[in-house]
């Protein structure tokens, strides 16, 4: 007897067979397997080490006055004349030094620096978690060619589980309308397969991590 099954109708059926019949879990303790190897390694030296991987720079500072320091080395190196900060924080600590910042956004268009905080340092892959919750809002930490980071060691964490385990703790259920991930400067490979950087935000990121303020 000649069978008149079309092909469609022959996957149809092996489809709902193969629906039917129960299957074992080849991995049921999935999600309680790690993604990563255990390591030993502080924190401090992951980051810096796949921060280095993606181009960024990690500054250690022992106290904030290592900190100015190593931001007016910086400065003098890159001849930074245009920068702005807009973290009351921030703004406080580079004030105590005297160090000059632009504190709104007159003449924007020719930002050089921005200096942002952050939300967490992830140093699983190097990269820095930014939100709009801060007073940095959406723009520092893009448009400006370099982009300073200041982060406290409490902020630095292994995986990106853990910082949003941070972002619950700060804001609850009112988390912020953006949240980025910054892994490196800005990179593009769209053209002729040539990586380059600074396409599309910052050229340098440096990434300064201090201790947390007594």
Known sequence: MQDNTTPKEKLLKKIRKALLEKRENPYPN??????????????????AEEL?????????CESEIHFI????????????????CWEPALQKLLQTYGYPFYATDKDFEQAEVGFTLCEALIARNGSVLVSNGNAAGRRLSIYPH???????ASQLVLDLKNAF????????????????VIT??????????????GAHGPKELFVFLLDDLA
């Open 165 to 180: 385990n941070l972002l619950k703790e700060k804001y609850g259920n009112n988390l912020p309308s953006m949240l980025s």
């Open 69 to 84: 320091e190593n931001v007016l080395q910086l400065a003098e190196e890159h001849k930074w004349r245009k920068i702005y």
């Open 30 to 47: 999935l999600e309680e397997m790690p993604l990563y190897p255990e390591t030993d390694e502080m924190l401090e030296v992951i980051f």
């Open 52 to 60: 280095s991987k993606v181009n960024g720079v990690f500054v250690y």
């Open 184 to 197: 490196g400067p800005s990179r593009t490979a769209d053209i002729e397969k040539t990586l380059v950087l």
């Open 146 to 152: 370099q982009h300073v980071v200041v982060a406290y």
